[in-house]
């Protein structure tokens, strides 16, 4: 028997082992979108908007998801989509340490490197990151899906801590060989940990699929019959304003620490771990309380979903408040309420996201799961972009950098307003007493 596997169902040590694979995924990711972007705009003394733009298009590539979870889907075998997508994500990593190197000789060059790199950066993490959460959804007992895609998004992200931690020891003091050098350890030590993590894990109810001939749907047919699907529609909205309300934030967080509290450069860095231990906590919290109180109250998984996106709106109005009050105001526990709701309302939609992308036609999964990753994806490289917009056009008008803020924190709190009602409207859509057992924890 396949380690990791009981018949045709994932155990919980397969569910970790597909974690690993996130692991793998976000320690790569991170160092392109952090420690790159980072080199480039302090030690190359280059414009922001250069590594912006790069990774607008790791983001913008992603509108693919759908094709390739469609691709995916016909070919029923989601392990070899994995590991070519994280070869093409390690490759493609190494690819763009080398393109930042080379923007110290010739920026021309360097910039044309690191926009092909950044493409496939794009190209893989969206490849491998589609079909393992298709695996999760095909492979994993329903009962067991969303608390499995909760471990995988946790174990993603430990891969950026562990990634960013190693690569600041590694990096010190900095050279363009040091850089190149860890760049291509990380990601050889990637892609291994995810080639060994993955390989012999999909069951063989996959190859008795490819077995048997099955029709097999044209691409914009297999998306035309998602879309048709109210609450598949509704959700693919949902995944958008949430996620464009949680990425608005990305790049306001610090500057406003800064401008508004006079905090320093290293106090504001501390605002995102109160932040990511805030998101661990929310996506703790709702697993507990499912696997303590199961479908019943605190264990209804639409309820957290609503839940979390409004206490999201009242931790963004909160830090209006504080803006009024200055700094007296405590700031970190704010910003890890923001956490907290931020990590209770993502864990939750996994759970609706899991549910969803088994039904409908069959073996439609991979496409289900590419349409709402590239609505993420679609949500995050706007969403940052126009938070930081939003932000310098609003201290055109005003005098003070805090009422510019209280109208951008304002704006994402009604972004999560509407997102919770949306939330509400795709439960109403399912009958009475939809279980929420998929958020408990795995029983010891």
């Known amino acids: 028997m396949t380690p990791g596997r009981i018949g045709r169902s994932l155990t919980w040590f397969g569910v970790v082992r597909l974690g690993l694979v996130q692991t793998a995924l976000g320690a790569i990711v991170v160092l392109t979108q952090s420690t790159l972007n980072r080199i480039m705009v302090v030690e190359l003394a280059l414009p922001a908007v250069l590594p912006a733009f790069l990774v607008g298009l790791y983001y913008a590539i992603q509108l693919l998801r759908p094709k390739w979870g469609h691709g995916a889907d016909l070919g029923g075998r989601r392990t070899a989509w994995i590991i070519g997508g994280m070869a093409v994500l390690a490759l493609s990593g190494f690819a763009a340490a080398v393109a930042t190197v080379l923007m110290e000789w010739s920026l021309l060059w360097g910039t044309l490197l690191g926009v092909v790199a950044f493409l496939f950066i794009g190209v893989g993490s969206g490849a491998a990151g589609t079909s393992l ?101 509704r959700f693919t909205i949902f995944v958008f304003l949430s996620m464009l309300a949680y990425s608005m934030q990305d790049l306001i967080l610090e500057p406003y620490g800064g401008l508004v509290f006079a905090m320093t450069p290293g106090e504001t860095t501390q605002l995102a771990s109160f932040q990511h231990g805030g998101v661990l906590t929310g996506m703790l919290l709702v697993a507990v309380a499912a696997s303590r109180f199961g479908a019943v109250g605190f264990g209804c998984r639409q309820g957290w979903v609503i839940g979390g996106c409004l206490l999201s709106a ?53 496409t289900r799961m590419g349409l709402w990753g590239a609505a993420q994806a679609i949500a995050f490289g706007v969403g940052g972009f126009f938070g930081a917009l939003s932000l310098d056009l609003a201290r055109l008008v005003f005098d003070s950098p805090t009422p510019a803020f209280a109208v951008v924190f304002t704006g994402e709190a009604l972004l999560f307003i509407l997102a919770a009602i949306l939330a509400s409207r795709i439960g109403r859509d399912r009958q009475q007493g939809d279980p929420v057992e998929s958020l408990a924890l795995p029983a010891k």
């Open 133 to 233: 959460l298709t695996l999760l959804a095909s492979e994993v007992a329903p009962k067991r899906r969303a608390a499995a895609a909760s471990i995988t998004w946790m174990m993603m992200i430990a891969g950026f801590i562990v990634a960013t931690a190693l690569a600041g020891q590694l990096l010190d003091p900095y050279s363009s060989g040091r850089l190149l050098l860890v760049s291509g350890g990380i990601s050889v030590a990637a892609f291994l940990l995810a080639l060994i993590a993955v390989w012999g894990l999909e069951g063989e109810s996959a190859l008795a699929a490819d077995a048997k001939p099955k029709p097999k749907p044209a691409f914009m047919a297999a998306l035309g019959d998602v879309l048709k699907d109210d609450r598949a529609r």
């Open 314 to 366: 009242v931790a963004l109005a909160l830090l209006v408040v504080g803006g009024q009050v200055g700094l007296d105001w405590p700031l970190r526990a704010n910003i890890f309420l923001l956490g907290l709701g931020n990590g209770a309302f993502a864990v939750a939609a996994i759970g609706q996201m899991m549910g969803l992308a088994g039904e409908g036609r069959e073996r439609s999964e991979g």
